[in-house]
């Protein structure tokens, strides 16, 4: 690599240059550079995705799912309830919220989400989806990976790994969230490091503090572009040296990407610059300042945007802290869709809410709800998806899907689809072996596409 070059004195420019600022924004960036744009299997429906992950399992009887027959046997375990639940739970629990029919599709949403009512035609409600584990880590990594064990890579990777950036300036995808959970969620796993997702601090309103080191106090821009240019030279002599390595190119990339976020990033991630009607349609709370960055991010060619809200956790008192939460994510959330409306975007974006599973409609602890993987409800909208539908069902109590089930793989296969990408030819070989992100499962569900 090093050719033409003493040793001491190339070990000492590479601790200055690449280890040093450079090497601080690689690092904080987690490898999270894409590649450049690659063309689907077929034409696509949508380019880009919005992923709005409910940490912790929103209750799906609250929201999106209602069964007026929880009334009938409240404080029952009537036959079709005997299911095993991961806690002590009792007799079934009405939910205490009506449900309206809502926009022309009529498609019934709880009265706690009243700015999403207002979107009902633009929404398709999977009802029957249903998981493999009821614990909030593996359930977690199932959903966005495919599978339990936390080595594989996420679905933002995948899908990054496909079709790469629209903006060579920008990650192709990028993970905003309030809380560290060390980017378990959003991993490449043994895919190259490049589609990792690039974490941005929702905690920060200042864009410049969104990505740490994003700014060279000590280089302008005419010098580092000088390092580059060397940095080239040296990758380009080891490349002819010792041929292609995939990891290696991955984290050349990424320094790239890293020096040009440098003039980007800043103007990208800066929500002041947006009017004062369109923020305070999005509203005060982080969360809300994450769906406007996620609609900014994609109208920029981010190729795939994942933004948490966790909390949703309710194993007691869910009769006060799910109408909190709700009210965090209602109005943001709508918002960004009518946004992407307005904007032209939102029949090329696909938009998708959901959590790890729902909630049971037996009662914990008097007034709370445990986690359930038999059935709940996710939702998409947008890009090339039915709106105002309901699609499949869970039985009369919301326990388990039992009606045209959808499975995570089933899932996978639909959004890798709506992209473009057949879920079965997406491979990455590692280990001996083909990989994809839907193993050796998965069907679209045709019934939803537009």
């Known amino acids: ?257 890293a020096y040009r976020m440098q003039s980007t990033a800043g103007t990208a991630f800066d929500t002041r610059a947006e009017h004062a009607a369109v923020r305070a349609a999005y509203g005060a709370d982080p969360f809300g300042t994450g769906c406007l960055l996620a609609r900014r991010l994609v109208e920029r060619g981010v190729r795939y945007v994942h933004l948490e809200l966790q909390r949703w956790d309710h194993h007691q008192n869910i009769d006060r802290e799910l109408p909190q939460m709700c009210r965090r994510m209602d109005q943001p959330i709508a918002a960004l869709l009518k946004d992407l409306r307005r904007r032209g975007l939102l029949d090329e974006t696909l938009v998708i809410w959901g959590g790890e599973f729902g909630r049971t409609p037996v009662s914990e602890n008097g ?5 359930n993987h038999y059935g709940f409800t996710m939702w998409l909208a947008g890009g090339g998806v039915r709106g105002g539908l309901a699609h499949g069902a869970t039985d009369s109590f919301g326990f388990r899907a039992v009606h045209d089930r959808v499975s995570v793989q089933d899932l996978h296969a639909t959004i890798l689809h709506l992209l473009g990408l057949d879920h079965e030819r997406l491979t990455y070989r590692y280990s001996g072996r083909d990989f994809r992100l839907t193993d050796v499962s998965g069907a679209v569900i045709r019934p939803i596409l537009a």
């Not at 960036?29 to 744009?37: C, K, T």
């Not at 007034?367 to 986690?371: E, F, M, T, Y």
């Open 367 to 371: 007034n709370g709800r445990d986690h």
């Open 1 to 257: 690599m090093m050719a033409n070059l003493q040793t001491a004195t190339r070990r000492q420019w590479l601790q200055s240059a690449a280890g040093g600022f450079f090497g601080l924004v690689l690092a904080d960036l987690l490898r999270g550079d894409s590649a450049r744009e690659r063309r689907p299997h077929f034409a696509p429906r949508a380019k880009q995705v919005i992923f709005l992950f409910m940490a912790g399992g929103p209750s799906h009887i609250d929201l999106f799912d209602p069964k007026p027959a929880l009334r009938r046997y409240e404080g029952q375990r009537p036959a079709g309830t005997e299911l095993r639940t991961e806690r002590l739970t009792g007799g079934l629990l009405p939910s205490r919220w009506r449900f309206a029919r809502c926009g022309q599709s009529g498609l019934e949403i709880s009265e706690l989400l009243p700015h999403l009512q207002t979107c009902a035609d633009e929404l398709c409600l999977i009802r029957s989806v249903y998981g493999a584990n009821p614990n909030h880590s593996p359930a977690s990594d199932f959903l966005m990976t495919g599978r339990t064990d936390a080595i594989h890579p996420s679905l933002g990777a995948w899908v990054s790994y496909g079709l790469g950036t629209a903006n060579e300036n920008l990650p192709a995808f990028v993970a905003l969230r309030q809380q560290d959970n060390g980017g378990r969620l959003t991993r490449n796993g043994y895919l190259p490091g490049e589609h990792q997702g690039t974490p941005i601090n929702l905690a920060e309103s200042n864009p410049e503090r969104m990505i740490r080191h994003l700014q060279n106090p000590r280089l302008g821009s005419a010098e580092q572009g000088r390092q580059m240019d060397f940095l080239r030279q040296l990758n380009a002599a080891h490349r002819e040296e010792r041929g292609a390595d995939v990891q290696l190119e991955a984290r050349v990339r990424a320094l790239e990407t």
